[in-house]
C-alpha cells in the first residue's frame, strides 16, 4: 500500500496570510510522482464505477438538469461534475479522510476542525464551454465565511484547457447571491455590480492561476472568479 509521504501540507504564516489578503493559495508539488498516480487511478476508476452518475442515490447523469442552473443544455458542456465519490470508492475515502487535508483547510479557515461538504471529480471535456463568473458557496445548504474549496490539478491547467481566473479580494465583499453558471458570462454582476467595471484585461493578464500537475490550489468560497476557456482538444481532469 502507498504511504503518503510527500503530501505537502504544510502552511507558513506568509502563506496563512496570503490566503486571508488574497483569497486563494497554491501548494506546488503538492503530490509526488508515486502520489499523483493513485490520485489518477483512484480518481478515473471511482468516475468510471458511478457510469455517469452524478450523486450516489439519486437518478441524475452528468448530462441531466440537476435544477441549479438555468440552462441545462449550454451547463452539461461546461464541466462533468461527479460527486462524493468517497461514498462509493473506498480509494477516495482514504484520500478524502486524510487528516492532513483537513488540518490544512482547518488552519486556512482559521478553525480548530472543519468538515467536508462534498468531494467532486471535476473533468473539462475537449472543447467544453467557458465556466461563467461564479462562486461557490451559494450551491451548498450552508452559508460560512470560512469556507473553502480545494483544487487537486491530475492534469495541468492551462490558458487553452481552462484555468481560473478571479477578482482580487472579492472574497471580502460577496455574499450568497449568485445567478448560477450560464452562458451569460457575467450574469454575477447583477448581484455585484461594484465588479461589473473590472478592467477585465487586467484580470486576463495579471490574475490568473495556472495550475501544474499534481499542485494543490485552496480558495475562498466566497471568491468571485471565471473560466474563460475549455478550447482544447484533450480537456483536464481535477479532484
Ligand atoms: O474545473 C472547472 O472547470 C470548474 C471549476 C469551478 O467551477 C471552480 O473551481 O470554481
Redo the contacts with the bound molecule.
Sequence with gaps: MIQYLNMNTTLTTDKIIFFQENGFIIQENFLNDEELIEWRTAVTEAVSERNGLKIPGQMIKTDDDDGNNEDPEYFSN??DQLINLWQTNDRIRKLMLDERLGKMAATLAGTTGIRIWHDQA?I?RPWANP?AW?L?TPFWSFSERNAL?I?VALDDATVEN?C?YFIPGSHKKTSFQNPG?TKNMNAVFKYYPQFANINLLEVLLLNLIILKVSSLLQYQAYFL?V?PL?WHPEGRL?K
Aim: a positive charge; zero cysteines; glycine letters at 12%.
Design positions: 461546461v464541466f471535476l473539462k465556466t461564479h461557490d474549496s483544487w481552462g481560473l453558471i472568479r473560466l475549455g481535477r
